[in-house]
């Protein structure tokens, strides 16, 4: 069983338009997290959310919501999407009792042309 | 100023070396610090926690220096399988900062 799954995990499309991906925990998880690693390899949080509640909101452009219908799902819709938007998404999810450690989906990989 | 620095590398060792890897943090209210591991295309894995009297895993071991705000990992022995990138992670509150990462390749 997959513990952090994300969707889509490849995405390419067109500058301008809108996309969502979407992320699911099934480890039982209070804290979920949406990272960028841009061309550079370098990871920087953009959002996190506690239960539902928005606890981090980096400088992210607000072209990016994420939505936590539950505290299983944290979701990233983006709109109008730039050529700079491209890079891998990574959702990742902490535990309360270990909160030192993160647990990541697989990526999606967003390719804007 | 960056909150992780590291040195990217890349390390090229061979099977059987010891290579360490250093990094450095800004802020000194940093709480946890951690490696994490990352393969080529995947997603990053905790390696393991460091902690001030340092602790060892097998055949890695954690070093913090809180003074001198300087984390490293030591690899001994090592292994092809441990041919990846090194994140060096410190978390503040809520939030983890990532370093960029050092690349190790580990050659027959």
């Known amino acids: 069983d997959t513990a952090v799954s994300q969707t889509p995990k490849y995405l390419v499309t067109q500058m301008g338009n809108d996309k969502s991906i979407k992320c699911e925990q099934n480890l039982g998880h209070d804290t979920m997290y949406w990272y960028k690693q841009d061309s550079k390899k370098f990871l920087k949080i953009m959002f996190s959310y506690n239960n539902k509640e928005l606890i981090i909101n980096e400088t992210v452009p607000n072209r990016f919501s994420p939505k936590s219908p539950d505290k299983a799902h944290l979701n990233l819709h983006i709109n109008s999407l730039e050529l700079g938007d491209s890079a891998v998404y990574f959702c990742?999810?902490?535990?309360?009792?270990?909160?030192?450690?993160?647990?990541f989906g697989e990526g999606s990989r967003l390719t804007v042309l | 100023r960056k909150e992780v620095e590291q040195d990217p590398g890349p390390f090229n060792v061979p099977e059987g070396a010891t290579v360490a890897f250093n990094c450095t943090y800004s802020n000194s209210a940093s709480q946890s610090f951690f490696w994490y591991r990352q393969d080529c295309r995947k997603e990053p894995k905790l390696l393991m926690s460091v902690y001030s009297s340092g602790n060892e895993d097998g055949r890695f071991t954690a070093q913090l220096n809180r003074a001198s705000q300087y984390i490293s990992l030591l690899i001994r022995d090592s292994k092809l399988s441990d041919s990846a990138t090194y994140l060096c992670v410190v978390k503040r509150g809520d939030q983890f900062y990532f370093g960029t990462g050092t690349s190790l390749t580990v050659i027959p």
């Open positions: 990742a999810s902490s535990p309360t009792t270990r909160p030192g450690e993160l647990f």
